[in-house]
């Protein structure tokens, strides 16, 4: 990409959540970490994770869930000790040879001659309900933790998960650092106590899903417009995510699956390189991100228009065994029930050993969201069923997916594609499109 090419940041956005929201989820938190904490001092550092080269920064998902501020190089400082009870947000230094490049970001801002909060520091109050006199640059990290260190007995960290290897960067270092200088000190997962709070979603949280979902199931239906033996996987992956694109999506929730004949049967395939031919079947596992929220819809369709006798028996199968899980979802019980129902459905089938995976994951800011798995599913939990059956002698894989929101009374399914045989056969024989626009 060259210079005059590179993209500018929507980090000053902040999520749209009122900051009574972010102020009782870090509250909510607080207490998490006080009952863990066992009564003895702790602190806890929330870093929003750093950019890398070229790639598009997204916020670490607690940090957003806490603040709703997208900018990198930021941390929120919690602590409980003796002395006080605090609660610091670290933001970037304003940087107007930065922005030059990528864009403003939500900055610290500074102070006004009188010692006052200037007009960019309290804008990040206002935006993040966080006191202005509380908020300050990420560079003074080393002198905010000087004093409280000494005071704690528990520490608190979203260590980073999953870094790509030769990738670690600054936080996990400074991470390892501090560990290393205080052996004295137990260092915990933030993140693992935060998940539960963000397993139950919002209203607001809802309504982000809900644009992303549709604008998902919109890509489902521009396939089905489109999809013709002799097409490239890639070709499917490109009409996905223009959709995605032209509809107002960011980006995607995950690397976009387009699986055919026999890669249908491989759960993650992401190369989408072949070429499909007439008798396949077409795995579509797709998720635009939208305002930071995830959705994940999977379709599976016949390429020349109409499913063989086979493809439809197994379509059927899988078809039921998602109406079972949707009907064992509702607030008490566990996800592994719901998965169970999928199961019982399949092996009354005949197809057991054809379906080796969970049915079910939480869904929300990450496609796989947070949330501990042991605890029963409460109204407004947000998770995806999706049972399958592959069969790979055959190279006949099928996957449907919805996603579904818990609610007093039972599940919502809360995504809309065409997901009937019937229906999609009918679709796929109208007249193809050759292109998307």
């Given at each position: 990409?060259?210079?005059?090419?590179?993209?500018?940041?929507?980090?000053?956005?902040?999520?749209?959540?009122?900051?009574?929201?972010?102020?009782?989820?870090?509250?909510?938190?607080?207490?998490?970490?006080?009952?863990?904490?066992?009564?003895?001092?702790?602190?806890?550092?929330?870093?929003?994770?750093?950019?890398?080269?070229?790639?598009?920064?997204?916020?670490?998902?607690t940090f957003y869930y806490l603040t709703g501020v997208e900018s990198p190089n930021a941390l929120l400082f919690l602590a409980l000790t003796p002395r006080q009870d605090s609660e610091?947000?670290?933001?970037?230094?304003?940087?107007?040879?930065?922005?030059?490049?990528?864009?403003?970001?939500?900055?610290?801002?500074?102070?006004?001659?009188?010692?006052?909060?200037?007009?960019?520091?309290?804008?990040?109050?206002?935006?993040?309900?966080?006191?202005?006199?509380?908020?300050?640059?990420?560079?003074?990290?080393?002198?905010v933790l000087v004093r409280p260190m000494r005071e704690v007995d528990v520490v608190y960290m979203n260590f980073p998960e999953d870094t790509p290897p030769g990738q670690v960067g600054?936080?996990?270092?400074?991470?390892?650092?501090?560990?290393?200088?205080?052996?004295?000190?137990?260092?915990?997962?933030?993140?693992?106590?935060?998940?539960?709070?963000?397993?139950?979603?919002?209203?607001?949280?809802?309504?982000?899903?809900?644009?992303?979902?549709?604008?998902?199931?919109?890509?489902?239906?521009a396939v089905l417009g489109h999809l013709r033996p002799g097409m490239k996987e890639y070709e499917i992956q490109a009409i996905v995510e223009y959709t995605f694109m032209s509809l107002?999506?960011?980006?995607?929730?995950?690397?976009?699956?387009?699986?055919?004949?026999?890669?249908?049967?491989?759960?993650?395939?992401?190369?989408?390189?072949?070429?499909?031919?007439?008798?396949?079947?077409?795995?579509?596992?797709?998720?635009?991100?939208?305002?930071?929220?995830?959705?994940?819809?999977?379709?599976?369709?016949?390429?020349?228009?109409?499913?063989?006798?086979?493809?439809?028996?197994?379509?059927?199968?899988?078809?039921?065994?998602?109406?079972?899980?949707?009907?064992?979802?509702?607030?008490?019980?566990?996800?592994?029930?719901?998965?169970?129902?999928?199961?019982?459905?399949?092996?009354?089938?005949?197809?057991?050993?054809?379906?080796?995976?969970?049915?079910?994951?939480?869904?929300?800011?990450?496609?796989?969201?947070?949330?501990?798995?042991?605890?029963?599913?409460?109204?407004?939990?947000?998770?995806?069923?999706?049972?399958?059956?592959?069969?790979?002698?055959?190279?006949?894989?099928?996957?449907?997916?919805?996603?579904?929101?818990?609610?007093?009374?039972?599940?919502?399914?809360?995504?809309?594609?065409?997901?009937?045989?019937?229906?999609?056969?009918?679709?796929?024989?109208?007249?193809?499109?050759?292109?998307?626009?």
């Amino acid at each position: 990409m060259s210079a005059r090419t590179a993209p500018s940041h929507r980090n000053a956005r902040t999520s749209g959540v009122s900051t009574d929201h972010h102020a009782g989820r870090r509250q909510a938190l607080k207490d998490r970490f006080k009952a863990d904490a066992g009564g003895r001092p702790w602190l806890a550092l929330i870093f929003s994770g750093e950019e890398r080269n070229l790639q598009v920064f997204t916020p670490d998902p607690t940090f957003y869930y806490l603040t709703g501020v997208e900018s990198p190089n930021a941390l929120l400082f919690l602590a409980l000790t003796p002395r006080q009870d605090s609660e610091i947000l670290l933001l970037p230094a304003t940087d107007p040879a930065k922005e030059r490049w990528t864009g403003k970001v939500l900055s610290s801002g500074g102070l006004t001659p009188d010692c006052l909060p200037d007009a960019l520091r309290a804008e990040a109050g206002a935006r993040t309900g966080v006191p202005s006199g509380s908020i300050g640059i990420f560079q003074q990290i080393e002198d905010v933790l000087v004093r409280p260190m000494r005071e704690v007995d528990v520490v608190y960290m979203n260590f980073p998960e999953d870094t790509p290897p030769g990738q670690v960067g600054w936080v996990q270092h400074f991470a390892d650092r501090l560990r290393a200088s205080n052996p004295h000190l137990q260092f915990r997962h933030a993140a693992r106590l935060a998940g539960d709070l963000r397993r139950v979603k919002e209203g607001g949280e809802i309504e982000k899903m809900r644009a992303a979902m549709a604008i998902t199931d919109e890509a489902q239906r521009a396939v089905l417009g489109h999809l013709r033996p002799g097409m490239k996987e890639y070709e499917i992956q490109a009409i996905v995510e223009y959709t995605f694109m032209s509809l107002g999506a960011e980006h995607v929730a995950f690397p976009s699956i387009i699986g055919s004949g026999p890669y249908s049967c491989i759960l993650h395939y992401d190369k989408n390189r072949r070429t499909t031919r007439r008798g396949d079947l077409v795995i579509c596992d797709i998720g635009c991100r939208k305002d930071l929220y995830c959705a994940d819809v999977t379709r599976t369709y016949p390429v020349s228009g109409k499913f063989t006798k086979r493809q439809r028996q197994v379509y059927d199968a899988v078809l039921a065994a998602q109406e079972a899980a949707l009907g064992a979802a509702k607030p008490g019980v566990l996800v592994k029930d719901v998965h169970q129902a999928a199961a019982d459905a399949i092996s009354k089938a005949g197809f057991a050993p054809y379906f080796f995976h969970g049915t079910s994951h939480y869904l929300g800011i990450e496609a796989h969201d947070a949330g501990s798995y042991d605890l029963p599913l409460e109204p407004g939990t947000v998770i995806t069923i999706e049972p399958g059956i592959y069969i790979a002698e055959e190279e006949l894989g099928v996957r449907i997916e919805d996603d579904v929101l818990i609610t007093r009374t039972g599940a919502e399914r809360m995504t809309h594609a065409p997901r009937d045989a019937g229906e999609i056969e009918k679709l796929l024989g109208r007249p193809r499109k050759t292109l998307v626009v």
